[in-house]
């Protein structure tokens, strides 16, 4: 059994994550930012710990606190996502302090969509370099940490985590296909989106603290690549709108801030994962999880 701190632990992941680690016995510390989050918690089985990733005192006393780290947490607020992504480097380097010179893990969440675009990505894949453009990259800080001698791996999620009660990507494209009567693909549609289902990879994160944390990165990929045409296809079967191709070009008329994304072509294998942890996900796949009314609840 494992005394665990998990950032983010009521979040979309975390929350599973946390059900994960308490199901398999160990005993969970959870970073939250209120009192309502913190009941969510202590209901769970959870012990709370109010702060959020800018209080690097209280990570640093929670992380020494603990056998091993699972960081999740990260401010989704696009408008200041450079300062989050600065944030969240500080606040890993705090996490990283603490285990420092012990054998305790961090296990730091991640992600495939842009390590290898138009092609296959694999857990040799190397990580996605520091890019001004793009100012989030915690595999970056886990591996300067990794090179000071702290043991931590990073698990790469899919762009698509999902489940009933999602709110990412999907819901989104779902909204906005109601909203103006279509749910289009771009082009043929053959663009691909790797997918995992979020308790398939709460499963995956417990066993990268238990096992392998000198052994990653791993992958939480279970459908390597979903055209993105058969998602289209499946939402504007469920609203009973149709379904057609757009140019790129119309892209941001339809889907907003979304169109950079909507076209992405980044499938990813995850054979590793499951030969070196024994990872085998059992939940539905995307489009079986997809096809179902709670995602189509108004």
């Not at 999740?72 to 990283?96: C, K, P, W």
């Not at 000071?148 to 909204?175: E, M, S, W």
Request: hydrophobic share 45%; net charge negative.
């Amino acid at each position: 059994m494992m005394r665990v701190f998990v950032t983010g632990a009521t979040g979309w992941v975390g929350s599973a994550v946390v059900s994960e680690l308490i199901a398999a016995g160990h005993q969970v510390l959870g970073l939250c930012r209120s009192p309502a989050k913190a009941a969510e918690l202590a209901a769970a089985g959870a012990e709370a710990v109010e702060g959020s990733l800018q209080d690097l005192q209280g990570l640093r006393r929670a992380a020494q606190s603990a056998d091993g780290v699972i960081h999740l947490a990260f401010d989704h607020d696009f408008s200041r996502f450079a300062q989050n992504g600065a944030d969240e480097t500080v606040a890993i380097e705090a996490l990283g302090a603490s285990l420092e010179g012990s054998e305790r893990p961090l296990v730091v969440a991640s992600g495939v969509a842009l390590l290898a675009p138009g092609t296959v990505s694999t857990e040799r894949s190397p990580a996605r370099p520091e890019l001004a453009a793009l100012p989030r990259n915690p595999e970056a800080a886990l591996l300067r940490l990794r090179a000071r001698g702290v043991r931590g791996a990073a698990v790469r999620l899919a762009p698509t985590v999902h489940g009933h009660g999602d709110h990412g990507f999907v819901p989104r494209i779902i909204a906005l296909a109601r909203e103006k009567g279509v749910s289009p693909y771009l082009g043929d549609g053959a663009n691909r989106w790797p997918a995992v289902h979020r308790l398939d990879a709460a499963r995956l994160f417990r066993l990268a603290l238990e096992q392998g944390a000198d052994s990653g990165p791993f992958h939480a990929v279970a459908d390597e690549g979903v055209p993105f045409r058969h998602i289209a296809q499946v939402i504007g079967a469920r609203l009973g709108v149709p379904t057609r191709s757009i140019a790129a070009e119309e892209a941001p008329a339809h889907f907003g801030w979304m169109a950079q994304f909507v076209g992405l072509d980044c499938p990813s294998s995850s054979d590793r994962t499951r030969a070196l942890l024994g990872w085998t996900p059992t939940q539905p796949d995307l489009l079986a999880d997809l096809d179902h009314p709670a995602y189509f609840a108004a």
